[in-house]
T-cell receptor, first 111, second 113 residues
Framework: ELKVEQNPLFLSMQEGKNYTIYCNYS?????LYWYRQDPGKSLESLFV?????AVKQEGRLMASLDTKARLSTLHITAAVHDLSATYFC???????????FGTGTSLTVIP | DAGVIQSPRHEVTEMGQEVTLRCKPI?????LFWYRQTMMRGLELLIY????????DSGMPEDRFSAKMPNASFSTLKIQPSEPRDSAVYFC???????????FGPGTRLLVL
């Protein structure tokens, strides 16, 4: 059974601090996606990682993919309140766009 | 581009009633996905279509759920009869040819009383 696990599930951090969210998956895949969801809203695409060693950065967020370790990370630098949201990773294991979503990490940035 | 369009945005119905959710994917996208999101189970893929053909419906919870995609610009998800445990947010998403990310609609918030 495919498992996509995120760590931590809940994260409370102070503004200005750095932190990393981890996404582990249990089967081979070289495609991983990160999404953001604000409360009561839809999912917004953040990053698309399509190969081993891929690294993408947008503002204070940076995502990376290690397909050998079956691990992706989402690094937050100097957090600000606007980053408060739930972050999901999703793994595409069949190259047909059939995504399996992680459990989500609920991030709260405290002023 | 208007993005993925879903209707209705909110639906409140009574147990036993039929519910139909609608989705219009982004023009040019050839894959369409229906998801359900609940606090208990997170995001679940119910069914996805490629070029209007259902590819995998193994996520559909039971026979009460059915989905159709009669053409490239329209899909429906039907629940008949509805039950309180079907209460959730239902998202439709679309993408192009297996590489791009999926673009999500605003969701339909369903409450079955």
């Amino acid at each position: 059974e495919l498992k996509v696990e995120q760590n931590p599930l809940f994260l409370s951090m102070q503004e200005g601090k750095n932190y990393t969210i981890y996404c582990n998956y249990s089967t081979t895949s070289d495609r991983l996606y990160w999404y953001r969801q604000d409360p009561g809203k839809s999912l917004e695409s953040l990053f698309v990682l399509l190969s081993n060693g891929a690294v993408k950065q947008e503002g204070r967020l940076m995502a990376s993919l290690d397909t050998k370790a079956r691990l992706s990370t989402l690094h937050i630098t100097a957090a600000v309140h606007d980053l408060s949201a739930t972050y999901f990773c999703a793994v595409d294991i069949r190259r047909g766009n059939q995504f399996y979503f992680g459990t989500g990490t609920s991030l709260t940035v405290i002023p | 581009d208007a993005g993925v369009i879903q209707s209705p945005r909110h639906e409140v119905t009574e147990m036993g009633q039929e519910v139909t959710l609608r989705c219009k994917p982004i023009s040019g996208h050839n894959s369409l996905f229906w998801y359900r999101q609940t606090m208990m189970r997170g995001l679940e893929l119910l069914i996805y279509f490629n070029n209007n053909v259902p590819i995998d419906d193994s996520g559909m919870p039971e026979d009460r759920f059915s989905a159709k995609m009669p053409n490239a610009s329209f899909s429906t998800l039907k629940i008949q009869p509805s039950e309180p445990r079907d209460s959730a947010v239902y998202f439709c998403a679309s993408s192009f040819s297996g590489i791009e990310t999926q673009y999500f609609g605003p969701g339909t918030r369903l409450l079955v009383l």
